[in-house]
Antibody, heavy 118, light 107 residues
């Protein structure tokens, strides 16, 4: 059974940092691209970042470029999102998801809430 | 970036109704269009990928169509468990983008 379990969310002050983790199981992690998607309270889904299967290729939404860094450890079946210079508008539930058929997102984690507030 | 526009933003329907949601891409995305369902407090669930392919385990009352820039999600006979928010998403570009969502509410 495929499982994606996020952790690391919490309350942080503006300008602070946080690292999210997503532990994967039930599939061959090292062969799939992984993504982070976020959802601000009461708002829609926003794609944040992706990393290719061996970690050599990454992309970011303009809103987080230069502040967030995605990485992965295939030995630990884990993908990370390092978030620096956090802003109030980064407040959201952050979901980890994997590429599925035709690059859809076929499995999602339960999400972890990040709250940026003073 | 490819922009995705859904319509309507919300709709009211009754059990048994046929429901249609549309999604338009700002440029051609071939058939790289996916549909998700999200219920409050839950992660999204993949319904349709590649514009018209039904994800395993998804009821056949859900169907998708379209190619290029215009796409449609149909629910043939709305069931109580289908009241939710639906999102389209393009996977043509590495920078994946979602539509703004369509909330299907009880009439």
């Amino acid at each position: 059974e495929v499982q994606l379990v996020e952790s690391g969310g919490g309350l942080v002050q503006p300008g602070g940092s946080l690292r999210l983790s997503c532990a994967a199981s039930g599939f061959t992690f090292s062969t799939y691209w992984m993504h982070w998607v976020r959802q601000a309270p009461g708002k829609g889904l926003v794609w944040v970042s992706r990393i290719n299967s061996d970690g050599t290729g990454t992309n970011y939404a303009d809103s987080v470029k230069g502040r967030f860094t995605i990485s992965r450890d295939n030995a630990k079946n884990t993908v990370y999102l390092q978030m620096n210079s956090l802003r109030v508008e980064d407040t959201a539930v952050y979901y980890c998801t994997k590429d599925g058929p035709k690059w859809s997102f076929d499995y999602w984690g339960q999400g972890t809430l990040v709250t940026v507030s003073s | 970036d490819i922009q995705m526009t859904q319509s309507p933003s919300s709709l009211s329907a009754s059990v048994g109704d046929r429901v249609t949601i549309t999604c338009r891409a700002s440029q051609s995305i071939s058939s790289y269009l996916n549909w998700y369902q999200q219920k409050p407090g839950k992660a999204p669930k993949l319904l349709i990928y590649d514009a018209s392919s039904l994800q395993s385990g998804v009821p056949s009352r859900f169907s998708g169509s379209g190619s290029g820039t215009d796409f449609t999600l149909n629910i043939s006979s709305l069931q109580p468990e289908d009241f939710a928010t639906y999102y389209c998403q393009q996977s043509h570009s590495t920078l994946r983008t979602f539509g703004q969502g369509t909330k299907v509410e009880v009439k």
